[in-house]
């Protein structure tokens, strides 16, 4: 049972950087996709980034992300180091949340506009408190 665990949140002054790490142990995640979601107060959690498993074909899926943070959010992985990142640049305190990173074998990141749902995801991390003030 792959279980993950988020880091790297903080406060942030607008227009800062974060990379926010996604690390799993009890399992290796190359075979899982993974996204990110973030729950900001009084707001539901929102998927807005995903990225393909680590060993699929290269023609098989890609990365996503939703208008609010394409441009400035990037997703990687380093399977090796059985991590998924996530940089943050340009940040905005509209990106306030708790940011969340979670994996499914079947989940397909399709890298066209389809958004992650929170019920298409088995394993979840903790999540991680991202503050953007000033």
């Known amino acids: 049972q792959v279980q993950l665990v988020e880091s790297g949140g903080g406060l942030v002054q607008p227009g800062g950087s974060l990379r926010l790490s996604c690390t799993a142990s009890?399992?290796?995640?190359?075979?899982?996709?993974i996204a990110w979601f973030r729950q900001a107060p009084g707001k539901e959690r929102e998927g807005f980034s995903c990225?393909?498993?680590?060993?699929?074909?290269?023609?098989?899926?890609?990365?996503y992300y939703a208008d609010s943070v394409k441009g400035r959010f990037t997703v990687s992985r380093d399977d090796a180091k059985n991590t998924v990142y996530l940089q943050m640049n340009s940040l905005k305190p509209e990106d306030t949340a708790i940011y969340y990173c979670?994996?499914?074998?079947?989940?397909?990141?399709?890298?066209?506009?389809?958004?992650?749902?929170?019920?298409?995801?088995?394993?979840w991390g903790q999540g991680t408190q991202v503050t953007v003030s000033s």
């Open positions: 979670a994996a499914d074998l079947i989940y397909y990141c399709s890298g066209g506009d389809v958004k992650p749902k929170s019920y298409e995801f088995d394993h």
């Open positions: 009890g399992g290796t995640l190359t075979s899982y996709a």
């Open positions: 990225i393909k498993p680590g060993d699929a074909l290269p023609h098989y899926g890609g990365t």
